[in-house]
């Protein structure tokens, strides 16, 4: 995708590594988009160590399931910069995991890096990480470029049927930032607008850390698609109100059964679509789909995010500086679970790089697709 015209991906190997991970001299490091940063300054950064690619996860400078898992693979390449024998990959591969629990595509990632690892012999696995890790980023284009694909025709047919703009409601930021290119719920929504299709979006602001207030509406606004801003209690009244035609959002895991795990609040919007018979969409590329899982709401581990993440609000002040304020009373505990579970009867169709299907056929259209 471009900022002021100029095309970004999300994560990018750099200091003479080239973007297929061809070449690797032990000395790449990494560079990333700066999230925390947006969407009042466009800030990049340099990742030198598995480290500080923890810390990036940790911190959420990068974030999004897609994105994590490449962010995961390049941490294992950056580890083997520095050493690539076994112990040392199996405890980058330990930190890596402990950065956050719920996004199924980190330990999908790792465990990828490992698997092509291990059986080589040490001198060879260095420049091999910066290739597979550059592979899953590549991979991760293609597999968004086609959900938009999907999706687009699903757009297509309900814009036919209704004869009119389509308005679609989104939730947090699952767009090109929150994977390495293109975005998974967004990317139907830039297939459309780039197709002529006539869409208009609203972005739920995602409270406690606003990321579509600052992320969503920063990259809808970079490539030209209408959008407004609402507060995240606002989506269900709209509904009411026949001013929402299709709900789709992204998500960090979903279980074999079709349950959705996405970011908090999403459960609410589903519970609102399905009351007002608004069709609710989760685009997912198949390394979000944890196939061991089948009860989203008692198997998948929900992180619990700092309370400071709900005491206080980031903004940009009068001087242009970046500043956090408090929003509660001080003295007042808060708690902050990250995501909820959206189970399986709330969704309408999952949106995959396979195809759309509804939750329950999900198994069925995999293995369709991969005979």
Known sequence: MKVAGQHYRTIWPENGGQMNGSQANGSQ???IIDQTQLPHHFKTLRVDSVTAMVSAIKTMQVRGAPLIGAAAAYGMALATNVDSDEHALKQAAHELLASRPTAVNLAWAVERMLQVLLPLPESERCAAA??????????????????GQHGLAMLRTLAKELQRPLNILTHCNAGWLATVDWGTALSPIYAAHDAGLAVHVWVDETRPRNQGASLTAWELQQ???????ISDNAGGHLMQHGRVDCVIVGADRVTATGDVCNKIGTYLKALAAFDNRVPFYAAVPTPTIDWSMCDGLREIPIEERDAGEVAYMSGMAADGSVQAVRVIPAGSAAANPAFDVTPARLVTGIITERGICPPGELQRMIKEANP
């Open 130 to 147: 910066w290739r597979e890790a550059a592979a899953i980023c590549d991979e991760d284009v293609t597999i968004n470029q086609a959900i």
């Open 29 to 31: 490091t990494v560079a």
């Open 223 to 229: 490539h030209g698609v209408p959008h407004t801003i």
